[in-house]
């Protein structure tokens, strides 16, 4: 759905973290989705459609991720949309998603279709005892602000100020849910079983950088001994390039440490933060400096030019300096 980190969608394509994702979203944590029963998909899906002069036009859609699901005789599309930034037609995008991920199913039973058809089937390009695939789409939602867009298509409308015949319409209205997933703010982290437990903990702590170190040092076992993949996760979960540099493209361990890379980050941003101060201290004291120097020459009887000369400043610059002092 696009203003997403493709390393966030390179971690959630693990298997197991994608299950366990599933998992604690529809099932409450119970291993219903196991990671062996998951099989990738392709990730782009077009159809063809006539335009108002009758050409067709080939129209793509490309997924973040989608895998297949399979479970004995059930068969299911599952799949996750990336969000960092809130999208105010959510709804609609993952009907257009979704349904466009059906046609696609029904153009490839068409073309299996038997010689033999009813003239219904034949309209219909669907047989009477086809059935669809289905999909679940999740929004993995991972921005700083709280989800303040539409949760249905419902919420898109304006039915107008008279309640009784907007519920009338919306009898009428096809509907269409989106599952959103607010990692930040997430209740029952115990539901999740793999490492999104501890990742999506973190999170809930991330604008706090004092909170953030103490619940890493906390977890410190896992936080030192980081897969490249997740540490790059990390690095766009906690929108830091500066975390995604630290030491990867040098470190040539297969582990990597973001409690020592957090301790970086936090000491330059100290270091930097000491000397923005000694700046700032040498600059107000030259500009004290400036003021009585100015005053006493004026007190001496010297013109603003004279004075200007002596402290290198404009005019119009020292006349503004005497203007507070005095």
Same mark, same amino acid.
Not at 35 to 53: F, I, K
């Given at each position: 759905?696009?203003?997403?980190?493709?390393?966030?969608?390179?971690?959630?394509?693990?298997?197991?973290?994608? @299950?366990?994702?599933?998992?604690?979203?529809?099932?409450?944590?119970?291993?219903?989705?196991?990671?062996?029963?998951?099989?990738?998909?392709?990730?782009?899906?077009?159809? /063809?459609?006539?335009?108002?002069?009758?050409?067709?036009?080939?129209?793509?859609?490309?997924?973040?991720?989608?895998?297949?699901?399979?479970?004995?005789?059930?068969?299911?599309?599952? @799949?996750?949309?990336?969000?960092?930034? &809130?999208?105010? @037609?959510?709804?609609?995008?993952?009907?257009?998603?979704?349904?466009?991920?059906?046609?696609?199913?029904?153009?490839?039973?068409?073309?299996?279709?038997?010689?033999?058809?009813?003239?219904?089937?034949?309209?219909?390009?669907?047989?009477?005892?086809?059935?669809?695939?289905?999909?679940?789409?999740?929004?993995?939602?991972?921005?700083?602000?709280?989800?303040?867009?539409?949760?249905?298509?419902?919420?898109?409308?304006?039915?107008?100020?008279?309640?009784?015949?907007?519920?009338?319409?919306?009898?009428?209205?096809?509907?269409?849910?989106?599952?959103?997933?607010?990692?930040?703010?997430?209740?029952?982290?115990?539901?999740?079983?793999?490492?999104?437990? &501890?990742?999506?903990?973190?999170?809930?702590? /991330?604008?706090?950088?004092?909170?953030?170190?103490?619940?890493?040092?906390?977890?410190?076992?896992?936080?030192?001994?980081?897969?490249?993949?997740?540490?790059?996760?990390?690095?766009?979960?906690?929108? /830091?390039?500066?975390?995604?540099?630290?030491?990867?493209?040098?470190?040539?361990?297969?582990?990597?440490?973001?409690?020592? @890379?957090?301790?970086?980050?936090?000491?330059?941003?100290?270091?930097?933060?000491?000397?923005?101060?000694?700046?700032?201290?040498?600059?107000?004291?030259?500009?004290?400096?400036?003021?009585?120097?100015?005053?006493?020459?004026?007190?001496?009887?010297?013109?603003?030019?004279? &004075?200007?000369?002596?402290?290198?400043?404009?005019?119009?610059?020292?006349?503004?300096?005497?203007?507070?002092?005095?």
């Amino acid at each position: 759905m696009g203003q997403a980190d493709v390393n966030v969608n390179l971690w959630l394509k693990d298997t197991k973290r994608f @299950a366990d994702l599933f998992n604690a979203i529809l099932f409450q944590g119970k291993a219903v989705i196991l990671p062996e029963n998951l099989y990738p998909s392709p990730e782009t899906t077009a159809v /063809s459609l006539q335009d108002t002069q009758g050409k067709n036009v080939v129209k793509k859609q490309y997924r973040d991720i989608i895998m297949n699901w399979q479970d004995q005789a059930l068969l299911m599309l599952l @799949a996750v949309e990336s969000q960092t930034a &809130i999208h105010y @037609a959510a709804p609609l995008k993952v009907m257009l998603y979704d349904s466009m991920e059906y046609a696609e199913q029904v153009r490839v039973k068409w073309k299996e279709r038997p010689p033999r058809l009813s003239s219904a089937e034949f309209l219909s390009r669907f047989q009477k005892n086809d059935k669809l695939i289905p999909v679940i789409t999740l929004i993995f939602y991972y921005g700083t602000e709280e989800w303040d867009g539409p949760l249905e298509l419902h919420q898109m409308f304006d039915l107008g100020t008279e309640k009784k015949h907007a519920e009338l319409m919306k009898k009428y209205l096809p509907n269409y849910h989106i599952n959103l997933v607010d990692v930040r703010r997430l209740k029952n982290l115990e539901s999740f079983q793999s490492d999104l437990q &501890i990742i999506f903990g973190m999170l809930q702590y /991330s604008q706090d950088k004092y909170a953030l170190r103490t619940y890493v040092a906390n977890h410190k076992d896992y936080f030192q001994k980081l897969d490249l993949e997740t540490y790059h996760a990390l690095g766009a979960f906690l929108n /830091s390039r500066q975390l995604m540099e630290i030491n990867v493209e040098k470190n040539e361990r297969e582990e990597l440490d973001m409690c020592k @890379a957090l301790e970086d980050i936090y000491n330059d941003g100290v270091q930097d933060g000491m000397e923005q101060g000694r700046r700032s201290g040498i600059a107000e004291g030259e500009a004290s400096h400036k003021k009585e120097v100015a005053f006493q020459m004026q007190k001496l009887g010297y013109s603003l030019d004279a &004075i200007a000369a002596v402290l290198r400043e404009s005019v119009d610059g020292i006349s503004q300096i005497l203007a507070v002092v005095g």
